[in-house]
């Protein structure tokens, strides 16, 4: 028997490859014999290294950038053992996380980091290939700092350079390429990113994800004319237009941005990463394919990580189940073709004690134990 097991993190609680380490103890609890292989997965955002780490496709590098909030820190990013490919996640300088909860501000927050580690990776590395995993941001500026950082110039009408966050896009007028070293023009972009938001508007970018990253009512009027504007000055300069390109507001609008000024292409994360993982030579005549993640819903199916395993799997005729802490929608997710929708924890388990990584671990476990026991 062969089983692949391909599941997302359990946000503050399991890595991927911990939530693998504990389903691979339950399987051969029951199965001994059963070859278990393990991918560590991620849709793009938090845990995209580890994902290529746990496959010894990078070597960690770090460099000095600016954070959120222009404060100084020390981000990681991997390198490909060739040295050609970066393999950058923009949550490592720009994450939410970084930002204290009383600081959380998206009119003054920048992507400033994000662009420094590009160019460590491109200027002091000598990368031509970019993987860029978006998620997890603390920004709405429409990646105006990680353009400033790679040498643009985004300038008011008096020709004032813009200060940081995104507030300051409603005045941007001009953005000048004048400064941007060549070598960007022989760079391929990749960008893995779980969302399909327009850059502006009700569904955009300062509507939908800026209330969560400290934004009131009034700020996220100023954000999304920001990045209106952001989108008007874009077309004119590269002839690029943005405003309605599915995934432009990913990560407050640095997918446009990245599409507009470096001719990345946008992609599912989870697809993506599955396709440089070689995922399909892996679950080639599996019999099983486990995947899961934090709180399973309907929402898991619009390119989270679960439906690209599923997607994947199904295609080679592989039945997938489908384990998470919390289950929602349990039959619209089998209505999808999941083989099985199980949740790790009992019911009354109170939300601190499934938080427990030692308590989720064996909850994983048991359940994945009990999956294979009943031949899904």
């Known amino acids: 028997m062969k089983i692949v097991l391909a599941i997302d993190s359990l946000k503050g609680c399991l890595t991927s490859r911990q939530a693998e380490e504990a389903a691979r103890e339950g399987i051969l609890r029951v199965k001994p014999g059963c070859e278990v292989c393990c991918l560590p997965v991620s849709d793009g955002g938090e845990g995209m290294l580890e994902t290529f780490a746990a496959a010894g496709m990078l070597r960690r590098m770090s460099a000095m950038v600016h954070g959120p909030l222009m404060e100084t820190l020390q981000a990681d990013y991997g390198v490909s053992p060739d040295g050609r490919t970066a393999f950058i996640e923009m949550a490592a300088a720009c994450g939410l996380p970084l930002v204290p909860l009383e600081k959380r501000n998206p009119m003054v927050t920048t992507t400033r980091g994000l662009g420094e580690l590009m160019a460590d990776a491109v200027l002091r590395r000598g990368c031509r290939r970019l993987l860029i995993g978006l998620g997890g941001s603390a920004t709405s500026d429409a990646g105006a700092g990680m353009l400033q950082a790679l040498g643009y110039q985004l300038t008011d009408r008096a020709g004032h350079e813009l200060e940081p966050g995104g507030g300051a896009l409603v005045r941007l007028a001009e953005v000048d390429a004048g400064g941007v070293s060549p070598l960007w023009e022989a760079c391929e972009v990749k960008v893995a990113c779980d969302v399909r938001n327009p850059l502006f508007g009700p569904q955009g970018a300062a509507c ?7 934004a009131d009512a009034r700020m996220v009027e100023v954000l999304d004319d920001g990045l209106r504007r952001f ?27 990245l599409a507009a000024y470096l001719g990345a292409t946008l992609e ?10 070689d995922f399909d030579r892996h679950v080639a005549g599996a019999d099983l394919v486990i995947t899961g993640e934090g709180h399973a819903d309907s929402q898991s199916l619009m390119g989270k990580v679960p ?70």
């Open 231 to 257: 989108a008007d000055v874009t077309r004119r300069v590269t002839g690029r237009d943005i405003s309605l390109l599915p995934g432009a507001g990913a990560a407050g609008g640095v997918g446009g941005a």
């Open 307 to 376: 439906a690209g395993v599923l997607e994947a799997a199904a295609a080679q005729r592989v039945p997938v189940a489908l384990i998470a802490g919390r289950i929602s929608d349990e039959e619209e997710l089998k209505k999808a073709g999941f083989a099985a929708v199980c949740c790790i924890n009992p019911p009354g388990v109170s939300p601190e004690e499934a938080m427990r990584p030692d308590y989720a671990a064996q909850r994983i476990a048991e359940t994945v134990a009990r999956l294979v026991e009943e031949d899904v």
């Open 208 to 214: 939908v994800f800026a209330p969560q990253k400290g």
């Open 268 to 277: 599912p994360g989870i697809r993506l990463l599955l396709r440089v993982l």
